[in-house]
């Protein structure tokens, strides 16, 4: 094992220079650092923005009621249940039953296998509705699980979209976690002015494309909505021509011709059908583009828009056209969000958490050193060096992978230090115990380097293990602690099994003809 061929050797020192030379970035100022890679520093060190949202979920609850009331009613028909007076009410979708149909009602409705209508969990050993007969009044409302798959559901979804939103603003390493059964927290390190932010998440991005009329009642399926800008009414079909479902793309554009800022959006097969469909039969008519039940702009259609693009108009800065071109582009929140807590924690936070684990790590650093220079001399000298260059191993990839460092991170480095001299010790002391009984130093070396891996192997895989698993289940800090443990783990069994031993090898060679203490 104390032999090294010379692509050994080479392999050993290219990784070395290539890592530190990653790592060096970091310690650069901007305009001498060779590439645009660096360790980004979560909340608790450089300071952001906290903010905790919570999803609305009630107006997805009546959303699904109006969905499945056209599906039941064309149920019960296809069913010959007999059925009169159905409407909804509140949540809830009432009706008046004829008794001929109420064994048959109760049948087909609970039926578990197949039930297009009324879903059966099986996790949960419950159907998705619930009803109450009481006579010949039905009374058809979600169940208590029913509403919980809807919160699960919407959670998610407004995750992801949470997730796309802060993704197109760019920022670094941004931390976006689930909070109970509602919640949504959102940490942006580095972010001091959250406001953007907040206009963004705060919009539910409901597009939809409806045109105008003049009947006013409601009774004909139009409605009265006020323009953005101006505040002035409208009346609108209820009838939606398209919805922001079937965008592909939106961008800001200036238009050339008005010199106006707008906003292009580009549409799926179906959706330039569609729209290319409802055009071709509206030419003269107004079209109204709203989003969130306000009307942005409605232009005259003066000719069929047909291969799925077109452009939004209105009072737009550059901005403002950004923004709604990013809303359009992560898609619409299944369920209104609000700020329910909001903090800024700032730079001097971050300024002494770094500097209480910078001393934390310089400390135990020179505590390690001057350990094992007593203990070790010579050898320790080279343990020392190698886990000096174990942590521009670590620094290097974290920096490849523009890791986030939390303060759970820098304990998880400090972790790293004591578990690379505990490898060290393992070894020299097996060494120890093998010069005893053997006078050749080549041989002792070999042998205690050969007997010591196992045990070496067995304690950092076993770490390795535990920290995969705390990156997979844990959240937050704790992913940044599993992170930095698990890579400085690798980087360990690196420089102490192949730049120690290397460096030890030389060291032995070069005196094998001498007496060597360790």
Same mark, same amino acid.
Do not use: C
């Given at each position: ?5 010379? *692509? ?36 608790? !060190?450089?300071?952001?923005? =906290? ?14 009621? &109006?969905? #499945?009331?056209?599906?039941? #009613?064309?149920? +019960? ?35 578990? #296998? ?5 879903? =059966?969990?099986?996790? =949960?050993?419950? %159907? ?19 509403? @919980? ?38 940490? /942006? ?52 021509? *398209? ?46 583009? @709203? !989003? ?6 409605? $232009?005259?259609?003066?000719? $069929? ?22 809303? !359009?582009?992560?898609?619409? *929140? ?16 971050? #300024? ?8 934390? !790590?310089?400390?135990?650093? /020179? ?11 010579? +050898? ?34 400090? *972790? ?11 070894? =020299? ?23 010591? &891996?196992?045990?070496? /192997? ?10 995969? @698993? ?6 937050? $800090? ?15 069994? %690196? ?24």
């Amino acid at each position: 094992m104390l032999y090294f061929s010379k *692509l050994k050797i080479l392999f050993i020192y290219v990784v070395i220079l290539f890592l530190s030379y990653f790592s060096i970035s970091n310690f650069l100022y901007e305009g001498f650092k060779p590439f645009n890679k660096e360790i980004n520093l979560g909340l608790d !060190l450089q300071g952001g923005s =906290y903010l905790l949202l919570e999803v609305d979920t009630s107006p997805i609850v009546l959303q699904k009621i &109006q969905t #499945k009331f056209t599906s039941i #009613k064309k149920f +019960f028909r296809e069913n010959d249940i007999k059925f009169s007076n159905i409407k909804i009410q509140d949540r809830s979708i009432y009706f008046e039953i004829e008794e001929i149909s109420k064994d048959k009602f109760i049948s087909e409705f609970t039926k578990k #296998k197949d039930n297009q209508i009324n879903t =059966y969990f099986e996790k =949960y050993k419950e %159907f998705e509705f619930l009803y109450e007969i009481d006579e010949n009044e039905v009374l058809i409302s979600f169940s208590k699980f029913g509403i @919980i798959e809807i919160k699960n559901v919407s959670i998610v979804q407004s995750l992801e979209i949470v997730r796309r939103r802060i993704d197109e603003l760019g920022t670094n390493e941004p931390n976006i976690l689930i909070r109970g059964n509602e919640r949504i927290l959102v940490e /942006l390190p580095g972010l001091d002015d959250p406001t953007r932010v907040k206009n963004l998440l705060g919009k539910t991005a409901n597009l939809t494309f409806r045109f105008i009329t003049d009947v006013d009642s409601s009774d004909f399926g139009s409605e009265k909505m006020l323009f953005e800008d101006s505040g002035e009414e409208a009346i609108v079909s209820k009838r939606i021509v *398209l919805s922001g479902d079937n965008l592909i793309d939106a961008q800001p554009r200036m238009d050339t011709q008005t010199n106006q800022t707008v906003v292009t959006f580009t549409m799926d097969r179906l959706g330039a059908k569609k729209f290319g469909r409802a055009t071709t039969k509206g030419v003269g008519k107004r079209l109204a583009i @709203i !989003l969130d039940n306000k009307i942005i702009s409605a $232009p005259v259609i003066r000719e $069929p828009i047909v291969g799925g693009n077109g452009q939004i108009s209105g009072n737009f800065t550059f901005q403002s056209a950004t923004d709604l071109a990013l809303l !359009l582009r992560s898609g619409a *929140l299944p369920a209104p969000l609000s700020i329910i807590e909001e903090r800024t924690v700032g730079p001097d936070l971050g #300024k002494d958490s770094i500097d209480a684990g910078t001393i934390a !790590l310089i400390i135990g650093f /020179l505590l390690v050193i001057i350990f094992m220079f007593i203990k070790y001399r010579t +050898f320790g000298l080279i343990a020392n060096f190698a886990l000096i260059v174990n942590l521009f191993l670590l620094a290097g990839v974290l920096t490849i992978f523009e890791a986030t460092l939390t303060l759970p991170g820098i304990a998880g480095i400090i *972790l790293t230090v004591g578990m690379a001299v505990d490898a060290n010790v393992l070894i =020299y002391e097996r060494i120890k115990e093998e010069m005893k009984i053997e006078k050749n130093n080549i041989i002792a070396f070999d042998s205690g380097y050969r007997k010591a &891996q196992t045990a070496v /192997l067995d304690a950092n895989i076993t770490t390795l293990i535990a920290a995969t @698993i705390l990156f997979f289940l844990g959240s937050g $800090p704790v992913k940044g602690f599993a992170i930095t443990l698990g890579i400085g783990i690798i980087t360990t069994l %690196f420089s102490v099994y192949y730049f120690a031993r290397h460096l030890t090898s030389f060291y032995v060679l070069k005196n094998k003809d001498k007496e060597i203490s360790i």
